[in-house]
């Protein structure tokens, strides 16, 4: 069917204008990312801002001290971007394969006040989806594709990190461990118990293997309540309910034992209240087939390796 000329125009221009919109929460989140990272990931960073905030700026110096500010920043920004786009990007182009209308991948960038500098990225899906194969394949493609993203820059950040000193004055953060960081750590330190120093390149890949999981808990309509779904359509409240509830547990557990609070107390809340219900497709299918369910058996074994019981800690 030929759709008449003044709507191929409207779709071709809200095609522009989507394209246009994604290029621009790109690049904010480029600078974003940046500057987080050289300012919260790389001591060499922070300290060229402070020297240049501090008066540099009018001297020679400034251009250099800029310069550096913006390279020690590189590492943490590339990292971010390459995994959102690679997680965004196995989502879009799942929807394109199938030919189920979405958005361009749009990142969301944050103030570099927020610890990340970004709050992800994101696909809009504009139309249906017409079976439960399609469903899985578009649910899973996004944290396959950016999980060896990464990995790949948490190796990189662990190979190069260097072993931490004594705390130091006015608090600190902790970022807590999977069992897959402990793995790494181990292999490449010889300590699974080592103190090291966050730097841009592992805070990237920790963030990015925070992102997986939290996208592949099995709830509601994310990434792991997709794949549920697709398997078992049946289970999917229950195991929505289950996932909250285990959030729950861990968030009073952390509280009860050591008297903090847990990082996963508002996505417990979020999961409890709207993460229990699933749009159904549009006609079903009696399975998905021995290759999915292999595939869906991937998805959990990431989801359990890469899985932060406590992600963030704060020392006063």
């Not at 300012?39 to 300290?47: H, P």
């Not at 990995?151 to 990189?156: E, S």
Request: charged fraction near 10%; glycine fraction near 12%.
């Amino acid at each position: 069917m030929t759709l008449p000329d003044d709507v191929q125009a409207g779709v071709a221009r809200r095609a522009r204008g989507s394209a246009r919109l994604a290029g621009l929460l790109a690049s904010l989140t480029f600078v974003s990312t940046l500057l987080t990272g050289s300012l919260n990931f790389s001591e060499g960073g922070g300290r060229a801002f402070q020297a240049l905030v501090n008066g540099a700026a009018g001297d020679e110096r400034a251009f250099s001290l800029l310069a550096f500010v913006l390279l020690a920043g590189i590492p943490y920004a590339a990292g971010v971007m390459l995994f959102l786009a690679a997680h965004e990007m196995g989502h879009y182009l799942a929807c394109r394969y199938y030919g189920v209308p979405c958005t361009p991948p749009y990142f969301i960038p944050a103030p570099v006040v927020f610890l990340f500098g970004t709050l992800g990225a994101v696909i809009r899906i504009k139309g249906a989806i017409p079976d439960r194969r399609v469903l899985f394949d578009i649910g899973v493609a996004g944290p396959l594709a950016g999980f060896p993203v990464a990995l790949g820059f948490t190796w990189w950040g662990l190979v190069t990190a260097e072993t931490a000193g004594p705390a130091p004055d006015g608090g600190f953060i902790v970022f807590g461990d999977s069992l897959l960081t402990r793995l790494v750590t181990l292999l490449v330190h010889g300590d699974a118990g080592a103190e090291l120093l966050a730097n841009g390149a592992f805070m990237a890949g920790w963030f990015g293997l925070l992102a997986t999981t939290m996208n592949l808990i099995p709830a509601g309509q994310l990434d792991g309540g997709h794949i549920v779904f697709a398997v078992l359509p049946r289970w999917h409240r229950a195991a929505s309910l289950a996932a909250a509830l285990f959030l729950i547990a861990l968030v009073v557990s952390r509280w009860a034992f050591h008297g903090e609070y847990s990082a996963w107390m508002l996505w417990a809340v979020i999961l409890l209240v709207l993460g229990r219900r699933h749009p159904p497709v549009v006609r079903g299918r009696p399975g998905l087939g021995k290759g999915r369910f292999i595939v869906a058996l991937a998805a959990a074994a990431v989801l359990v390796v890469s899985f932060m019981p406590h992600p963030i800690a704060i020392f006063d």
